[in-house]
């Protein structure tokens, strides 16, 4: 609906209209959860180094965590500057609106990538025999796994949460834009 104003009227006609921020609680719940994500992921990626974990199968997942851990560090600041900003052009908005629901499709494409890892992690210790896997079967590598298990669930929610939160974003805008059109 909003892309229909952007490409249907003509150029000119005065100055843009000033929106603001349709979804600026959403915005903030969206810094908080990849802070969180980011603390996560971290921990995560931390773990087999602060208790020495001995599962080489298992470290797979670390290169997972660093990355989900850059993932959510940029989207941190980039949904803090959107949060911060009352108001904006319906341009502003409609850039921000796909430029987080192109984040969104990166983040789910991660977040694929780790749950790929992830299984591919699990079927080669189920695969193997026990003398392989030397140190995979103490607390620590436990531990580490579901800590992997819960950042990537963590990750997928918070990846269709910001989906969900661009095409908020776009409705809102267009309704904005219809309510300002009504009053000219």
């Known amino acids: 609906m909003m892309f ?9 006609g005065g100055p843009a209209p000033l929106i603001s921020n349709p979804v600026k609680h959403w915005m903030v719940t969206l810094v908080a959860l990849h802070l ?21 199968m298992l470290m797979v ?16 600041f980039y949904f803090s500057v959107l949060s911060c900003q009352t108001w904006g ?6 850039i921000a609106a796909v430029v ?8 789910i494409v991660a977040a694929g990538w780790g749950i790929y890892v992830f299984i591919e992690a699990t079927t080669y ?10 140190g995979c079967q103490n607390w620590k590598a436990v531990s580490f796994y579901y800590c992997t298990a819960c950042v990537i669930i963590l990750h997928v929610i918070i990846a269709l949460l910001c989906g ?13 834009l219809d309510e300002i059109r009504r009053l000219v």
């Open 164 to 176: 969900a939160v661009s095409f908020r974003l776009a409705g809102r805008i267009s309704s904005q």
């Open 89 to 94: 052009t319906e341009q502003y908005w409609t």
């Open 4 to 12: 229909k104003y952007l490409w249907s009227k003509p150029a000119g």
């Open 125 to 134: 210790l189920h695969e193997v025999d026990q003398e392989t896997q030397v």
């Open 100 to 107: 987080t629901l192109s984040m969104a499709f990166v983040d």
């Open 36 to 56: 969180f994500l980011f603390a996560a992921s971290c921990f995560t990626l931390a773990f087999p180094s602060i208790t020495d974990m001995s599962c080489q």
């Open 61 to 76: 997942n670390s290169a997972y965590c660093a990355a989900c851990g850059g993932v959510a560090f940029i989207m941190l």
